[in-house]
């Protein structure tokens, strides 16, 4: 069973950098499929942050490209999610989930981390 | 991109039949047949329901069934029971490798 796990601060500082990992269980990240995240702010609906391939290819949504890097790790078969110049709009529950290479869907999802951008 | 356009809220009976609207564009859900629906119960991991518009991963009940006409995307739950009470997402691919998600559904069960 494919399992995924989320982790890193719960609380950062405006303008300071967000990091999160998502540690993949149950299926070799190296094996294959497209890795994502997405994240929800409080009250509002979902959004997709970014994908990266187990190769490290990555796509990002247009309008956080510039502050995201989403990339792999395959030797620890985790994947990692930074967001830089964070303000108290980027405060969310980040998930991370899997997409299978050449389907446009997300078959597994982590149980979501809730970060918070506060000084 | 801006967000796929949900009611936030639909309720019905035990057993009865509800659907849930998803509005795009022609840049999104019109111009793909690329829509999913996900079930989020709060707390838990989201639950592929839907997949390609109409399509049921394996274990997912056949009370789920989705449809797509123009910009509009649909998931209908019928015999509607208390534990489908839950968050409903529906997400469409937007072109160039990007993706776009709903506003979200609260499902009541009466």
């Known amino acids: 069973q494919v399992q995924l796990q989320e982790s890193g601060p719960g609380l950062v500082k405006p303008s300071e950098t967000l990091s999160l990992t998502c540690a993949v269980s149950?299926?070799?990240?190296?094996?294959?499929?497209?890795w994502a995240w997405i994240r929800q702010p409080p009250g509002k609906g979902l959004e997709w942050i970014g994908n990266?391939?187990?190769?490290?290819?990555?796509y990002y949504n247009p309008s956080l490209k510039s502050r995201v890097t989403i990339s792999v790790d395959t030797s620890k078969n985790q994947f990692s999610l930074k967001l830089s110049s964070v303000t108290a709009a980027d405060t969310a529950v980040y998930y991370c989930?899997?997409?299978?290479?050449?389907?446009?869907?997300?078959?597994?999802w982590g149980r979501g981390t809730l970060v918070t951008v506060s000084s | 991109q801006s967000a796929l356009t949900q009611p936030a809220s639909v309720s019905g009976s035990p057993g009865q039949s509800i659907t849930v609207s998803c509005t795009g564009t022609?840049?999104?859900?019109?111009?793909?047949?690329?829509v999913s629906w996900y079930q989020h119960h709060p707390g838990k991991a989201p639950k592929l329901m839907i997949y390609?518009?109409?399509k049921r991963p394996s274990g997912v009940s056949n009370r789920f069934s989705g449809s797509k006409s123009g910009n509009t995307a649909s998931l209908t739950i019928s015999g509607l029971q208390a534990e489908d009470e839950a968050d409903y997402y529906c997400c469409s691919y937007a072109g160039s490798s990007t993706y776009v998600f709903g506003t979200g559904t609260m499902v009541t069960v009466l």
């Open positions: 990266v391939y187990h190769g490290g290819s990555t």
């Open positions: 149950g299926y070799s990240i190296s094996s294959g499929y497209y």
């Open positions: 022609s840049s999104d859900v019109g111009g793909y047949k690329y």
């Open positions: 390609d518009v109409t």
């Open positions: 989930a899997r997409r299978p290479t050449t389907d446009d869907y997300f078959d597994y």
